[in-house]
């Protein structure tokens, strides 16, 4: 079964940037997505097919996807974005969510 | 678009589990796909399945064969059963709305989950 694999904690420091690794066999030539879930709250997509934001996303949130690898760019993070942060593809007719990375911002 | 997760909270292990999720705001026969994700205490997220407006499901390989979706259009609500739940069962139930083609799927709109706990 495909697997999607992210690291468990990323940590930065306020106003910097801060980026979230999912890794996969040829996750580039598949479209990934990103949700943020805050404690006690459900997820919210924040970035989908790759690049793009949905509405009410803030423009510091920017994703890409290329070889095995697709990265989530939060941009001069603020102490509102620490969160866990999941991403999911589609491969051979099912979902597939990654593991979730907890970003501390200290 | 909103969405609410409805069932019991507590099942017993070897039981069924049962959700229903209603949908406010788009009419289920209208279109898209219908979606269940589930997250044990303190981990990640688990997709289950999604299912169609006509019925075409799409369920997780690890739980397929303890799975079923359907959909009733007349009270715009999908759902969920588990059969022969244990403790690994026990999770926050979301009910999700993807959309976009399936490969570029992802889930826009989400309930607020449902606490189910297998216990006896």
């Known amino acids: 079964s495909y697997e999607l694999t992210q690291p468990p904690s990323v940590s930065v420091s306020p106003g910097q940037t801060a980026s979230i690794t999912c890794s996969g066999d040829?996750?580039?030539?598949?479209?990934a997505c990103w949700y943020q879930q805050k404690p006690g709250q459900s997820p919210v997509l924040v970035i989908y097919?790759?690049?793009k934001r949905p509405s009410g996303i803030p423009e510091r949130f920017s994703g890409s996807n290329s070889g095995n690898t697709a990265t989530l760019t939060i941009s001069g993070t603020q102490a509102m974005d620490e969160a866990d942060y999941y991403c999911?593809?589609?491969?051979?007719?099912?979902?597939?969510f990654g593991g979730g990375t907890k970003l501390t911002v200290l | 678009v909103q969405l609410q997760e409805s069932g019991p909270g507590l099942v017993k292990p070897s039981e069924t589990l049962s959700l229903t999720c209603t949908v406010s705001?788009?009419?289920?026969?209208?279109?898209?796909?219908w979606g269940w994700i589930r997250q044990p205490p303190g981990r990640g997220l688990e997709w289950i399945g999604i299912?169609?407006?006509?019925?075409?499901?799409y369920y997780n390989p690890s739980l397929k064969s303890r799975v079923t979706m359907s959909v009733d259009t007349s009270k715009n609500q999908f759902s969920l059963k588990l059969s022969s739940v244990t403790a690994a069962d026990t999770a926050v139930y979301y009910c999700?709305?993807?959309?976009?083609?399936?490969?570029?799927?992802?889930?826009?709109?989400w309930g607020q989950g449902t606490v189910v706990t297998v216990s006896s």
């Open positions: 999700a709305r993807p959309f976009g083609q399936l490969s570029t799927l992802s889930f826009d709109y």
């Open positions: 705001g788009y009419s289920i026969s209208s279109g898209y796909y």
């Open positions: 299912i169609y407006h006509s019925g075409s499901t």
């Open positions: 040829k996750l580039g030539d598949k479209y």
């Open positions: 097919q790759n690049t």
């Open positions: 999911q593809a589609w491969d051979s007719s099912t979902v597939v």
